[in-house]
């Protein structure tokens, strides 16, 4: 009975020896794992932190090279300005780190040779005859407003840069004056503009015209009888407006519908006959002498908390002047809602290109109509990119597209399309009847949406 005994308790201490055991080889396993899971969390974390750094730096690097840029626009503006030789390309601001000047000058140079591609064989600011096609300010793609003036010859088909404004403006209007470039409002970081501009394509410079009545942007302007009438945009409390305003340059006398809103010596009694409803960012032109507006905005806080679709406008509408008797006259409605529409006179229709949908989406879309003739807008052959805020002008035989945001807001451009008539040949076809369509074109020297632009022909 004894041995008996003494081997049961040898067992049950065997077997507690064996419990032990296996709870020790447990709890070692436990710490191990858990080491290799805090050795795994640290690992993510110390990635996680090299990849904020490598953004960080990668962020870094970008706004430097930003900065580069910037400062090599401003000291070949002065080159250009001041008609100075290298010296004033040297980055020699006390601001700019000893070690970045020499990353500034490389940058300053590529700058410049670029510049040189896109510039004609001619003095800074001067033609060996004058620009065919101006385009006044806008936004680029550092998303600021820009006093930048692009100017391009049919002959030597290709871009320049001109001598800047003396005022960034983005949504400005413009048209062509006796050979000058008349440029009117516009906004200048969130501040509207009143001041008026005058380029002389003679001598390559600008000319300070006067101010408006009021600060405006989004507005239109066209000459018709020897007047410059500017139309609807936004005024300083960002009101969409249906004011219609006239310009005697001659006299320097502005002319407004209703209460002036600007200082008596600016104004005379006689008042121009209002749009039917306010708009901003439309497009505009003249044909047989009237002057018709299509799509654009109408954007009121009443508005907006009560139909946000119908902030983008179809409407459209003509005025000729005629005195007291002078109205505004309603025209068949666009297929689609069209904001920042680029529109022009061809061959006798009304051409409403681009825009951006009532999603905020870019257009490609072009249509046309006869006023004389047609009761409904026809669909013309798309773009080959979307196009909003862009510019266009017209001559006899082609229309030109130039720049504006592509597909979603923000995407600026420095496409340019042209759109033709001319018999294209086709393919093993000799002459063949050839057919419309748009075609690319030399690119702007540097991007830009909500500009302005005028054509001398």
Same mark, same amino acid.
């Given at each position: 009975?004894? +041995? ?76 250009r300005d001041k008609g100075g ?49 101006? +385009? ?7 998303? *600021? ?41 516009g906004l200048e970081s969130t ?55 006239? $310009? ?20 005379? /009694? ?8 306010? /708009? ?35 409407? +459209? ?10 109205? $505004? ?47 409904? $807008? ?14 266009? +002008?017209? *001559? ?11 597909v979603v807001p923000g995407s ?7 759109? *033709? ?16 369509? $748009? ?19």
């Open positions: 009975m004894h +041995v008996d005994e003494s081997q049961e308790g040898e067992e049950n201490e065997g077997g507690e020896q064996e419990q032990e055991q296996e709870q020790e080889q447990e709890q070692e396993q436990e710490q191990e794992q858990e080491q290799e899971q805090e050795q795994e969390q640290e690992q993510e974390q110390e990635q996680e932190q090299e990849q904020e750094q490598e953004q960080e730096q990668q962020t870094e690097q970008q706004t430097s090279q930003t900065q580069f840029m910037l400062e090599a626009i401003e000291a070949a503006e002065r080159y030789g290298t010296d004033m390309l040297s980055s020699d601001d006390e601001d700019i780190p000893e070690e970045d000047r020499a990353a500034l000058d490389n940058v300053i140079e590529e700058y410049l040779e670029e510049l040189e591609a896109n510039s004609f064989d001619n003095p800074p600011c001067r033609y060996d005859g004058h620009p065919d096609v101006l +385009v006044a300010g806008g936004r680029g793609v550092n998303v *600021t407003d820009q006093p930048l003036l692009q100017s391009y010859s049919f002959s030597q088909d290709r871009w320049r840069i001109e001598m800047s404004m003396g005022f960034s403006r983005l949504h400005p209007a413009a048209c062509a004056w006796r050979g000058s470039m008349l440029v009117f409002g501040h509207p503009l009143d001041v008026v501009e005058r380029f002389d394509r003679g001598s390559g410079r600008w000319f300070l015209e006067g101010r408006m009545p009021e600060p405006l942007f989004g507005c239109g302007a066209i000459e018709l009888q020897n007047r410059i009438y500017v139309v609807g945009g936004r005024d300083r409390n960002y009101r969409t407006l249906a004011t219609v305003r006239s $310009w005697d340059p001659r006299e320097g006398k502005w002319q407004v519908a209703g209460e002036s809103g600007g200082e008596p010596d600016r104004c005379c /009694r006689r008042r121009e006959a209002d749009m039917l409803g306010p /708009r901003a960012m439309f497009g505009c032109c003249k044909l047989d002498g009237r002057f018709y507006v299509a799509g654009g905005q109408d954007v009121s806080v009443n508005k907006m908390l009560k139909d946000g679709a119908d902030l983008y406008l179809d409407t +459209v509408e003509s005025f000729q002047p005629l005195g007291s008797l002078s109205i $505004w006259r309603k025209e068949p409605s666009l297929r689609q809602r069209r904001s920042g529409p680029a529109m022009v006179a061809f061959r006798g229709r009304l051409f409403v290109i681009g825009g951006l949908n009532s999603e905020d989406f870019g257009m490609m879309d072009v249509d046309s109509l006869d006023p004389t003739f047609d009761m409904d $807008w026809r669909k013309e052959p798309d773009l080959l990119f979307a196009h909003a805020g862009a510019s266009a +002008v017209a *001559t006899s035989d082609e229309i030109l597209v130039l720049g504006g945001s592509n600026f451009m420095t496409v340019c399309e042209r759109y *033709t008539r001319r018999k294209l040949a086709k393919e093993g076809e000799g002459q063949g009847k050839g057919k419309r369509r $748009w075609q690319l074109m030399p690119c702007l020297p540097f991007s830009t949406e909500g500009a302005a632009a005028c054509i001398f022909i």
